[in-house]
């Protein structure tokens, strides 16, 4: 991309990556700039940008509604097991990896760290052969090699990488001991898939099956255009008779917790506890279903007891620490609210249903 504007105010430039497309660039998290085109040598101060200059970039983050796409020059290559960032030098290993294999795995991984990138260790790592560690590293790192190579020779709006297609990085990045099966019935992407996991996944190319019953579509079977509009309402309904309330605006997302036509024996505040801990897994549910990201304020039903609060603040952290995008329960408020923040990644539901024009700038892409 190329650097169009300079605005020292807040610290970053608009990066022009095609057609006039323009991204927002932080000079705060970007402490080691690629710039391709030549300048004078007397001019080739560190982390000096000028307008003008030529940066290789990744989209970080995708156009979401009034703002434009994030780049990076920290540039990120994921694998099923790890992930090369040249953010960060260091290795990092999942959370979700406990011990003793997560110091195991920091061990192994410390001999392929470079002087120009890192490595984070997925959650998948865990129960990985070394082997298919080690071969997925060399090839990390042939392909961030070769990325430079490639960069120096194009021309500025090149689009140098791109990311898997989504249904293929869901497949990629799915836990594996939890994938049971994989369902397709479009051929081509049957096809695609066949052919990702035989070069990538050998292990799980036998939970592939294309689904030939042209009696009942795969959607019927699944019920998907109910599930789609049922994931798009603002009202959701809870086994117990109580319902949320979500509604998704430009600064944040609120979703209320009510009583409803609870029918439950329970009386009183035992009654408001049980709805609040149904609340809560559901809550979790459709966060990810509806990918809903920012800040997300939840107002519970009131509770009388500090003890009952922090028992809603674990579950609610237990349930969070279940979604692939990094999820933080903050705290919950003198008034009973707890606030969340979930990073903002891709579009949500709503926008992505609403979205007009299929090609867009996706997260991952490198200009």
């Given at each position: 991309g190329k650097v169009k504007n300079i605005v020292q105010n807040i610290r970053a430039a608009f990066v022009e990556i095609e057609n006039g497309q323009m991204c927002y660039y932080s000079f705060e998290d970007n402490k080691n700039p690629v710039i391709l085109n030549k300048r004078p040598e007397k001019d080739t101060e560190k982390n000096n940008i000028k307008i003008g200059d030529e940066l290789l970039v990744?989209?970080?983050?995708?156009?979401m509604k009034t703002k434009e796409p994030m780049v990076t020059s920290n540039i990120n290559l994921p694998g099923k097991y790890v992930v090369l960032t040249t953010g960060n030098k260091q290795i990092?290993?999942?959370?979700?990896?406990?011990?003793?294999?997560?110091?195991?795995l920091k061990a192994f991984m410390e001999a392929y760290r470079s002087e120009n990138y890192g490595f984070v260790v997925r959650t998948n790592a865990a129960d990985a052969d070394k082997e298919q560690i080690k071969e997925e590293v060399?090839?990390?790192?042939?392909?961030?090699?070769?990325?430079?190579?490639?960069?120096s020779h194009r021309t500025c709006f090149s689009l140098l990488f791109q990311s898997l297609p989504s249904f293929l990085k869901k497949i990629r990045d799915v836990y594996s001991g939890g994938l049971e099966e994989i369902i397709s019935d479009d051929r081509e992407a049957y096809d695609q898939i066949k052919a990702f996991l035989?070069?990538?996944?050998?292990?799980?190319?036998?939970?592939?099956?294309?689904?030939?019953?042209?009696s009942y579509s795969l959607a019927k079977l699944y019920n998907l255009e109910t599930q789609i509009k049922e994931g798009l309402k603002d009202k959701v309904w809870l086994k117990s008779g109580g319902f949320l309330i979500i509604q998704q605006a430009e600064a944040c997302s609120v979703i209320d917790v009510n009583s409803g036509k609870f029918t439950g024996k329970k009386k009183g505040s035992q009654a408001f506890f049980h709805i609040n801990r149904e609340a809560a897994g559901e809550?979790?549910?459709?966060?990810?279903?509806?990918?809903?990201?920012?800040?997300?304020?939840?107002?519970?039903?009131?509770?009388?007891?500090?003890?009952?609060?922090?028992?809603?603040?674990?579950?609610?952290?237990?349930?969070?620490?279940?979604?692939?995008?990094?999820?933080t329960v903050i705290d919950m408020t003198a008034l009973q609210i707890m606030e969340i923040t979930r990073k903002k990644v891709r579009r949500t539901l709503k926008e992505e249903?609403?979205?007009?024009?299929?090609?867009?700038?996706?997260?991952?892409?490198?200009?």
């Open positions: 990744q989209v970080s983050k995708e156009a990092g290993i999942s959370s979700k990896i406990k011990e003793p294999a997560k110091s195991e060399r090839q990390l790192s042939l392909g961030y090699e070769k990325l430079l190579t490639v960069a035989e070069e990538n996944q050998w292990e799980a190319a036998h939970k592939l099956r294309f689904y030939e019953d042209s809550i979790a549910r459709q966060i990810r279903l509806r990918n809903i990201s920012g800040i997300i304020l939840i107002d519970f039903i009131d509770m009388e007891t500090d003890k009952e609060k922090s028992q809603l603040l674990a579950m609610m952290n237990e349930y969070v620490g279940r979604d692939p995008i990094q999820t249903l609403a979205a007009s024009c299929p090609v867009c700038h996706g997260a991952g892409y490198i200009y």
